[in-house]
Structures are given as structure tokens and as C-alpha cells.
Nanobody, 122 residues
Framework: QVQLVESGGGLVQAGGSLRLSCAAS????????MAWFRQAPGKEREFVAA???????IHADSVKGRFTLSRDNAKNTVYLQMNSLKPEDTSVYYC????????????????WGQGTQVTVSS
């Protein structure tokens, strides 16, 4: 079992920045691909970004150039640096972990955090 705990969400003005963190409780953190998804009220869960154990990354087109995903395997933590935030980025952001998968299909991820709210005001 892998437990994921997100932090760093909050209220920010458009154009501002936030950094989300996701701490994992597992001794084998480095083997997992990690991802961020988001879900706004009334909308489907949306892929944001993912990173493999070795650091290979993919980002959704909607966040390319603004969001950066990174991980620190020594700290069992993955980070999502969000810059140039827009009101349409307002969502609950979820961290997820998958064994040997890197992609945007949320059904392929085995473990999920409880989510952290990000609100961007205009």
C-alpha cells in the first residue's frame, strides 16, 4: 500500500504561483511513476503531468510552459510548480502513483491522495 498526502494548495491571484507537494509513504517510492490530475466541479478528472522513476516527464498541453513536475526520491516527494496561474486552473489537484506506467489514463494509477484545492481568482 502507498499513502499519498498532498499539500500546498490555496487561493492565489491570476498570474501568481503555487507549489504543490505530494509525500508518499512507501519504501519503494522510486519505482513508481507519479502524476498529478485535477478535477473541477461538474467536470471529468483531467491529466496534468506525470513523471517516471528516472525523471522522464509528460505534461498536458494546457499546462506546458507554466507547470513543472519534479521528484525527490530521497524525500519520497513529488512537486508540481505552477506558474502563471489562470482562473481555469481552479480545481482540486490529486496526486497519483502507478507501477510501471507513464501516461494520462487515470484508471491506470493505483494509489491516490485526498486532493488539495487550488483556487485562482481573476
Amino acid at each position: 500500500q502507498v499513502q499519498l498526502v498532498e499539500s500546498g494548495g490555496g487561493l492565489v491571484q491570476a498570474g501568481g504561483s503555487l507549489r504543490l507537494s505530494c509525500a508518499a509513504s512507501t519504501r519503494t517510492f522510486s519505482r513508481y511513476s507519479m502524476a498529478w490530475f485535477r478535477q473541477a466541479p461538474g467536470k471529468e478528472r483531467e491529466f496534468v503531468a506525470a513523471i517516471t522513476w528516472s525523471g522522464a516527464k509528460i505534461h498536458a498541453d494546457s499546462v506546458k510552459g507554466r507547470f513543472t513536475l519534479s521528484r525527490d526520491n530521497a524525500k519520497n516527494t513529488v512537486y508540481l510548480q505552477m506558474n502563471s496561474l489562470k482562473p481555469e486552473d481552479t480545481s482540486v489537484y490529486y496526486c497519483a502513483a502507478a507501477d510501471t506506467y507513464l501516461g494520462s489514463n487515470f484508471r491506470a494509477y493505483d494509489y491516490w491522495g485526498q486532493g488539495t484545492q487550488v483556487t485562482v481568482s481573476s
